[in-house]
């Protein structure tokens, strides 16, 4: 089965994507490549498939600052209810302050069974607090598989967040993992497709809560 992305923590437009791989890679991608998905003025999801790896990027523009981004995601243990599909986040440790390792759980509609993964990221914000990136990896090697959740595989994703004007920022997110299980390859790209435009909607609906322009 071929690997798709799976939607949770970090982004990177491709019009960034120079700063994130390799010439080998950059020539194999281009804007022609990317299937584009306009969700709103304000947001759009594209996906492309590279080396018969799925990938989802989405950009949005937002009125808030990455200190306020990160603490939603900080939050996420409480609720992360604007995460589409997701059952439970769990930060397992973060003793050192720049990391965090995290147990998430997805809930999945019979008869697919719920989705998990284990995950490590690491966050840095520039001098200046207008720049904020995080780098996640998998780390479900290091942990059992729950007998009825199948799990996530080569999980990889990038945030990256900056300044834009006026008080704007952009929030951009590109991410793939294996899901595991038997799901049909068309049938997780438009899951995982729908999943991230619905979670960025979200998003930006919580992010601009309470906030007057």
Not at 4 to 19: A, C, D, G, Y
Not at 54 to 79: G, R, S
Request: glycine share 2%.
């Amino acid at each position: 089965m071929q690997s798709f992305v799976f939607f949770i923590f970090i982004t990177l437009p491709w019009l960034l994507i120079s700063s994130l791989y390799s010439p080998v890679i950059l020539a194999q991608i281009s804007v022609q490549d990317w299937e584009q998905k306009q969700v709103s003025q304000h947001i759009l999801v594209s996906s492309s498939t590279v080396n018969n790896v799925y990938k989802v990027n989405a950009k949005m523009y937002v009125h808030a600052t990455p200190d306020e981004f990160f603490a939603l995601l900080e939050h996420t243990q409480k609720d992360c209810s604007w995460i589409a599909n997701c059952k439970r986040v769990e930060v397992l440790n973060q003793s050192l302050s720049q990391y965090r390792f995290v147990h998430t759980v997805f809930n999945s509609p019979w008869p697919v069974a719920d989705r998990e993964m284990y995950t490590r990221s690491f966050h840095q914000f520039d001098q200046s607090h207008q720049h904020l990136s995080i780098l996640i990896e998998d780390i479900s090697s290091d942990y059992p598989t729950h007998p009825k959740r199948v799990m996530m595989n080569n999980v990889t994703a990038q945030w990256s967040m900056s300044y834009s004007h006026d008080g704007w920022y952009e929030l951009n997110y590109l991410a793939s993992a294996e899901p595991g299980g038997l799901i049909p390859t068309w049938l997780s790209k438009t899951l995982l497709k729908n999943a991230t435009a619905e979670t960025f909607a979200q998003l930006r609906e919580r992010l601009h809560a309470d906030k007057t322009f």
